[in-house]
């Protein structure tokens, strides 16, 4: 059960985090949500694919560790296989508060109940004895800093894939080195086709509003889509 509350330097002083990747740390998971600052990162290693979970809700964009719910092939016990974790991951347990009325400088706000929270004085501190934020905090404050701009300038870019319409269905079957098939449904990618379509005009507008390199790499990320299939098919062979 979560149990966010705003990080505070006296209540916290003596909190530790274990920062080693892991199931049991809720690293577990199939995707996660990424914005499109990070895309560049983002996909050098990960495919990133759009989804909404209804037809009125908004488009999101996610970075794909799997095929499966619970699955993340870039888990090796305690090790992440890749050099950069997207930054919803990176950051946890850690999130922005806002005020109520969504209004005002963010505040770092920790969830109390994450398994990431370290029990018996080991893990990394957050505070120094002095009450001063340690590096790894510093590093985490920044981390939630980019992922909140990010987030807050997401609505533009996903208005700008809405107004040309490019964003298409996307479902994928792999068939495994052992038979079995794995699919990806409920997903969408960015229509290249449309993309190189559209005039110079409407391109030159992307480009000076920061979504056409964006666009770019989300579709450059399908790509890894074969590294995430060798992925399984190396897990399958390894039982």
């Not at 505070?8 to 998971?29: C, F, M, Q, S």
């Not at 870039?74 to 005020?99: K, M, T």
């Not at 449904?185 to 509003?209: M, N, P, Q, W």
Request: hydrophobic share 45%; charged share 20%; proline share 6%.
């Amino acid at each position: 059960m979560t149990q966010h509350a705003a990080l505070d330097t006296n209540a916290h002083r003596e909190l530790r985090i274990d920062p080693r990747a892991g199931a049991a740390r809720g690293d577990a998971v199939m995707a996660t949500l990424t914005v499109p600052s990070e895309f560049r990162q983002v996909q050098a290693h990960y495919p990133i694919l759009f989804r909404r979970d209804n037809p009125q809700d908004p488009f999101i964009a996610v970075a794909l560790f799997g095929f499966e719910n619970g699955e993340n092939l870039f888990l090796d016990g305690e090790h992440w296989d890749a050099r950069y974790r997207p930054l919803s991951i990176a950051i946890q347990p850690f999130l922005v508060g806002r005020p109520a009325s969504g209004d005002g400088p963010g505040q770092v706000h920790i969830d109390l109940g994450h398994p990431r929270i370290a029990a018996g004085g080991e893990g990394i501190r957050l505070f120094d004895a002095d009450g001063q934020a340690t590096p790894y905090l510093e590093d985490i404050a920044e981390k939630l800093g980019a992922l909140d701009e990010g987030y807050r300038a997401s609505p533009a870019f996903f208005a700008a894939l809405a107004d040309h319409d490019l964003l298409e269905p996307f479902t994928l079957e792999v068939t495994l080195d052992d038979g079995s098939v794995n699919s990806l449904v409920g997903f969408h990618i960015i229509d290249e086709a449309k993309l190189r379509a559209l005039d110079a005009s409407t391109l030159g507008k992307l480009h000076a509003d920061g979504h056409l390199m964006p666009m770019f790499m989300a579709l450059a990320s399908l790509s890894q889509l074969a590294g995430l299939v060798d992925r399984r098919n190396a897990k399958l062979s390894h039982g």
